[in-house]
């Protein structure tokens, strides 16, 4: 697993189909700041509380000139449906060999319920307009980590 990343470090490159299947790059932000979050699975409790809290925050977002991308191992037809279903005006990325999870230390042994297991750890990562990492955070919140975001960024409602 690759360490975390940093502030400072680049940001690993990627592109990934989005909910409508068409490709979306990280370079396609370049010039603006990009909030990119990890979460792992559409339409479970937790990550739709997380997706509905960025989708609430949006408008604040863009205003102090973030764009938001979500990624997940899901399927692009299940993120269609999620999309759909929510509202969710974001890309929302397929990642479905969490090649990108990886790259972004995003990745790796959990703990559940007394087992270990592989997965995708809770994480966001906010890119600044050269395409380096400002922030860095892994292990988040699904409930609560906008706001905590929000106040890191010094973003108003």
């Given at each position: 697993m690759p360490e975390r990343l940093i502030p400072g470090d680049p940001a690993p490159a990627f592109t990934l189909q989005n909910s409508d299947g068409r490709e979306v790059s990280l370079s396609d932000f370049r010039g603006r700041s990009t909030v990119v979050y990890f979460y792992p699975a559409a339409?479970?409790?937790?990550?739709?509380?997380?997706?509905?809290?960025f989708r609430d925050s949006l408008e604040s977002l863009e205003g102090a000139?973030?764009?938001?991308?979500?990624?997940?191992?899901?399927?692009?037809e299940k993120l269609a449906k999620f999309a759909a279903?929510?509202?969710?005006?974001f890309p929302l990325l397929s990642d479905p060999d969490h090649a990108?999870?990886?790259?972004?230390?995003?990745w790796g042994e959990k703990k559940n319920y007394g087992k270990?297991?592989?997965?995708?750890?809770?994480?966001?990562?906010?890119?600044?307009?050269?395409?380096?990492?400002?922030?860095?955070?892994?292990?988040?919140?699904?409930?609560?980590?906008?706001?905590k975001l929000?106040?890191?960024?010094?973003?108003?409602?």
């Open positions: 339409s479970t409790p937790g990550c739709t509380k997380q997706a509905c809290d000139g973030y764009a938001v991308v979500g990624i997940s191992p899901d399927p692009v279903a929510e509202g969710l005006a990108v999870a990886e790259a972004y230390a995003a270990t297991y592989e997965g995708l750890i809770r994480s966001t990562v906010v890119v600044d307009p050269e395409g380096k990492v400002a922030v860095a955070q892994y292990n988040v919140r699904a409930t609560g980590h906008v706001a929000r106040r890191d960024l010094k973003i108003d409602a």
